[in-house]
């Protein structure tokens, strides 16, 4: 990756972190997570980014499509966002946004916790 990709991904995520923290500044706790996911895609695209929400990821084993993994939201096509409403993030939310990783090809996600009212965020970064 060069310096201009690199910029450039960090000035996405910067703007998918500011979206994060305006949903939850304006929704506050408390909510299901169907709630935050629903204005993180309203959000992002008030922000003029590109969003998919529920994108599927064939799993490949042996040269066959075995499975599909459903990511919460893609933004422009590189980033993953990966919702929770949790206590705190666990090693199986970290193993869930490597494995959207290794089936989309993307680098990067972002799991993003709105269980408290100050918005938590990890950055998962996968094949550098």
């Known amino acids: 990756m060069d310096t201009n990709e690199h910029e450039s991904l960090d000035a996405l995520i910067a703007k998918v972190i ?3 923290y305006e949903v939850s500044n304006t929704l506050g706790c408390g909510f299901l997570e169907n709630v935050y996911h629903a204005a993180m895609v309203r959000e992002l695209a008030l922000r003029g980014l ?3 929400s529920g994108v599927p990821y064939w799993v490949e084993y ?7 993994y459903i990511a919460d939201i893609v933004v422009n096509d590189k980033l993953i966002l990966e919702l929770k409403c949790v ?3 666990a090693r ?4 869930q946004c490597i494995n959207y990783l290794k089936a989309s090809g993307l680098r990067i996600a972002l799991l993003i916790n709105f269980k408290h009212p100050k918005v938590k965020w990890k950055r998962v970064i996968y094949g550098f």
């Open 62 to 68: 042996k040269g066959e499509f075995v499975a599909k």
């Open 92 to 95: 199986e939310h970290l193993a």
């Open 18 to 20: 500011g979206a994060a």
């Open 87 to 89: 206590e705190q993030f």
């Open 50 to 52: 590109g969003v998919r």
